[in-house]
């Protein structure tokens, strides 16, 4: 990637001053050249552009779309009925294959629930930003006076799961139940129990599938969308996990603004153990890539359980702060001398990790 963008960058400089010199020289073949140069360039970008739009592993998998209407009554199954025709003809125009897995129409318009299966390259790549609460405000074609109505209806898309990803499920935790498919029937749809829904009791997923008029093929599809919406729970998971440690880290790095009341906090911890400061002195700020450090040179004087209490406290800080290159000698009335050296870490702020960058660029380079 790194390589990709230095080399966009070079053929653009050479490109920018090669159109200078031609424009002067009123050489038109060489524009003519510069600008198939360009064109290539822009393919490049094209491909870099698509790469960061779809940097999600899942993203070249088929994917589900679950349509349920929420609270309103016909308002909300209308507007899921809506939903569910504008996803099919999205599908449509994009070429992607489009399968109604399951559907429960409203008692008067639209559906209260729909489940679709998309396969296409990038199918969930291109629908996965459509979870989430859609929301409509109109006047109600179903309401006499005309009155304003806001219907809400849940999106929610997964991928569709493959046989590369192990999917641990215990059937025993699989509640199965099977019932009469609903809609508009046939010969043979609505009179047998055709329709499968699986329940995993431990999460509380819930999948049906009543598409086929074979049960066993019912089945087998919801269980593939039982792998899926379990494979797309964990991962969930994984992404909460990640960004509540990420969050926790933030609170242990405090900003610019906020190292001095972290160097009171160290300074309150030697005074709260009745220690005395012989040394408090700031060193140089080291600046790394996006943090800096900043070492403290620290002599504090008392006895040795108080010592060691404060060096316990240093460790239980809000704040990240180690203590390194630590020394205890006797010093006077028996009493301890402790030396060392304490590290405060910190996040740079936009305005130095801008600055850090623009010190690394190459000399000469063009912003």
């Not at 002067?24 to 094209?46: Q, S, T």
């Not at 989430?132 to 898309?157: C, E, M, N, Q, W």
């Not at 074979?214 to 899926?228: C, F, I, K, V, Y």
Request: proline letters at 4%.
């Amino acid at each position: 990637m790194v390589g990709t963008i230095d080399h966009l960058r070079s053929n653009l400089d050479d490109n920018t001053e090669l159109y200078e010199m031609s424009k002067a020289d009123e050489a038109f073949d060489d524009l003519a050249a510069i600008e198939a140069d360009a064109a290539e360039l822009r393919k490049i970008v094209e491909q870099l552009e698509f790469r960061r739009m779809f940097s999600n592993p899942a993203d070249p998998l088929n994917c589900f779309v679950d349509i349920q209407a929420g609270a309103g009554g016909t308002e909300a199954c209308d507007w899921a009925g809506m939903l569910l025709r504008q996803y099919l003809k999205y599908c449509e125009r994009k070429g992607f294959k489009a399968t109604m897995e399951d559907e429960t129409p409203g008692e008067i318009a639209g559906i209260k629930s729909a489940t679709i299966k998309v396969e296409g390259d990038y199918a969930f790549g291109h629908l996965r930003t459509e979870t989430g609460v859609h929301r409509l405000v109109r006047k109600s074609p179903f309401d006499s006076a005309g009155g304003r109505h806001t219907s809400f209806a849940s999106i929610f898309v997964y991928p569709e799961v493959d046989d590369s990803i192990e999917i641990e499920i215990n059937p025993s935790d699989v509640r199965t139940d099977t019932f009469r498919a609903s809609g508009a029937g046939g010969q043979h749809i609505n009179k047998t129990d055709s329709a499968v829904r699986l329940t995993h009791i431990p999460t509380g997923i819930v999948v049906q599938c009543q598409n086929d008029r074979s049960q066993h093929r019912n089945r087998d599809e919801a269980w593939q969308m039982l792998r899926s919406r379990l494979y797309e729970h964990e991962m969930r998971k994984q992404r909460e996990q990640v960004q509540q440690y990420v969050t926790l880290l933030e609170k242990q790095l405090p900003s610019k603004a906020e190292m001095d009341a972290l160097l009171s906090d160290i300074n309150q911890a030697g005074i709260g153990r009745s220690l005395q400061f012989d040394l408090f002195r700031p060193g140089q700020v080291s600046v790394k890539e996006y943090y800096a450090e900043l070492p403290i040179a620290v002599r504090v004087t008392g006895r040795y359980n108080d010592i060691g209490l404060f060096t316990s406290d240093i460790a239980h800080l809000s704040r990240i702060v180690t203590l390194n290159n630590l020394t205890l000698l006797p010093a006077r009335d028996g009493s301890l001398s402790l030396d060392a050296t304490a590290k405060t870490f910190r996040y740079l702020d936009p305005e130095e990790v801008a600055a850090q960058r623009q010190a690394a660029a190459p000399k000469g380079s063009k912003k």
